[in-house]
Each structure stands twice: as structure tokens, then as C-alpha cells.
């Protein structure tokens, strides 16, 4: 149960050939690594076990780094091993920047002393195994070499779509799909029959993206959290999406208004201060009867 773009990388590094023999060979070499080494939040405190048993281990799991200004330096948080407080070289953050917004997967070889003071985990090796960081000019130049229909079929095979199977206006349908993730304060609505993969789109494409199930939240976990002063979902994702858009229901009575004035401006107002805040809301909802019919009997 691992992120696509995770499985996808790793993919590229041990199958990007087309020997029959060798993607076989990768494949087995792809799946051994996640089933030894990805953290299943259930077995945190056996991985931990093993670190301190065997004196290191190699990990996947998700990272996010802060900087302790009190200490002078930077700490790592590991997202399903649970552990934190873990000092990490400079070198790494300077390098992937990601580390500090929000986070990325990483491949990680972790070793066990008590010696320090702090914490007896040690990062040895830290390697992202997601893009950590972009290079959009790469991205400019290599678009040259396509024409649009080209371009369309490459971006629709990235999301896992194939589009030698879809029609002209379901391949502009599903493009549509990508817009809040390039496009700031971008909000949409879908409504569609269910599996459709609508949800998909956010909840796996992108580690920028949050899919929020069930359509439950607070002013202070999407907004601003006026105790702890820190600002919600928006200010932290490209994309907020909700699933089951039919359920959406907000603890205070003021969520859907404030929800309304972020959409129309991009902005808020929490306390004493306007913050603003880019994050596209996508609004996902299946429907149960067929298009026709709905239109000829709902609103």
C-alpha cells in the first residue's frame, strides 16, 4: 500500500528496459524491496527492533524535516516508524528541499547507537525515492519535441489513463482532471458514476495533493488553528480534495462560509489577520442513477 509515484520510481530505476528477462528480474527486485524494507505502520516497533538488534536496517517511509533553532539543527520525523527528533546533515536538506515542505519517501539506511544524548537513531544514507527536486525548464524544452495530441496521450499515460482506449472528449475530460494541481485557487466540482477514478487523481498522483474521506473537518485543520497559530490545509497542499462531496459537514457553524469567501478570493480571515493561501478545492461526488436520468428528475 505504497504511494503510485513511489512504485512508479522505483519501476524506473530497475525495469526501464526492454528485455523481457531483465524487467522480470527488476520486478522481483522492486517487490522484495518494498516487502523487506517499507514500514507498515503496525510493524513500527518490529522495525525498530531490528535497527537496534542488527545495529542498522534499511527503511522506506516518509520523511519530513524541521530545523530545532534552539539546537541548531535539523530534525527528522519519520511518518509510519513514529519516531522523531532524529538529527539530520545539513548536505541532505540543502539537496532536497522537499524534506522541509511536507516531506518525501525515502529509502533510508538507519543505525542504532546510545552514545548520544538525543535520540540513538542514526541516518546514515538518506535517498529520495520520489523526484525531490524538479527542473520545469527540462520540462519546457523536452515539450518541443511533441505535438499537442502527443503530449495529451503522454500526460494521460502518467496518470494511468490509456488513451488509445478513450475518445477526443473524454481525453480533454480527464485532463481536466490535472488543472487544480498547476492552477492556483482552482476549484471544481465533479459528479460522476462510481470507479471512475475521481478521486484517484488526487489521492495518488501527486505528493502534492490530500484527499480528504468522508468530507469531515474543522475551520482549524483546512483554515488556521487560531491556538496553535499555525495555518491549515490550504496554505500546506496544491490541492485540497474532498471525497463524497454529498457528506461535507464542518464542526463550527461558520466552515462553509469561510470556505466560500477562500474560494471566491483566495484569502481568509482568521483572528486578527487576512492569510492567504493557493490550494485548489476539489469537490468529488458519485451519483448513483445515469446522467439522463438525474437530469430529468434531480436539481
Known amino acids: 500500500n505504497v504511494p503510485v509515484y513511489v512504485i512508479e520510481y522505483l519501476l524506473g530505476q530497475y525495469c526501464a528496459t ?44 516518509k520523511v519530513t524535516v524541521k530545523l530545532n533553532e534552539r539546537r541548531d539543527v ?11 527528533g532524529i538529527e539530520v546533515e545539513p548536505d541532505y536538506v540543502k539537496k532536497f528541499e522537499k524534506l522541509l515542505c511536507g516531506g518525501i519517501w525515502c529509502i533510508l539506511k538507519i543505525s542504532y547507537s546510545t552514545e548520544q ?21 527540462e520540462f519546457i524544452n523536452s515539450r518541443k519535441e511533441f505535438s499537442k495530441e502527443e503530449w495529451m496521450d503522454l500526460v494521460l499515460r502518467s496518470v494511468g489513463m490509456e488513451p488509445t482506449q478513450l475518445e477526443n472528449k473524454t481525453k480533454w475530460h480527464l485532463i ?6 498547476i ?6 466540482v465533479e459528479l460522476g458514476p462510481r470507479s471512475t477514478g475521481k ?12 484527499l480528504i474521506s468522508g468530507g469531515q473537518t474543522t475551520v482549524a485543520n483546512l483554515f488556521y488553528n487560531m491556538s496553535t497559530r499555525k495555518i491549515g490545509l490550504v496554505g500546506l497542499w496544491d490541492v485540497v480534495a474532498f471525497d463524497e462531496v454529498a457528506g461535507i459537514t464542518f464542526k463550527d457553524k461558520d466552515g462553509i462560509q469561510i470556505m466560500k469567501d477562500y ?16 490550494a485548489s478545492i476539489v469537490f468529488v461526488g458519485n451519483i448513483n442513477q445515469s446522467v439522463s436520468s438525474l437530469l430529468k428528475t434531480a436539481h
Not at 74 to 84: D, H, R, V
Not at 176 to 181: K, M, T
Open 18 to 61: 526492454d528485455d523481457e528477462a531483465t524487467i522480470q528480474e527488476g520486478l522481483q527486485k522492486v517487490k522484495n524491496i518494498l516487502s523487506e524494507n517499507y514500514v507498515r505502520p503496525d510493524e513500527a516497533e518490529k522495525v525498530k527492533s531490528k535497527i537496534r538488534e542488527r545495529g542498522y536496517y534499511t527503511v522506506i517511509d
Open 183 to 188: 492552477e492556483n485557487n482552482y476549484n471544481l
Open 263 to 278: 474560494m471566491a478570493s483566495g484569502s481568509f480571515a482568521r483572528g486578527k489577520e487576512e492569510k492567504n493561501a493557493n
Open 176 to 181: 481536466e482532471r490535472l488543472v487544480p494541481l
Open 117 to 137: 544524548s538525543k535520540s540513538p537513531f542514526n541516518i546514515e544514507s538518506l535517498k529520495p525515492i520520489q523526484i525531490a527536486n524538479m527542473d520545469i525548464q
Open 199 to 210: 478521486s484517484h487523481v488526487y489521492k495518488e498522483i501527486s505528493p502534492n495533493s490530500i
Open 74 to 84: 535539523y530534525e527528522a520525523e519519520f511518518s509510519n516508524l513514529g519516531i522523531k
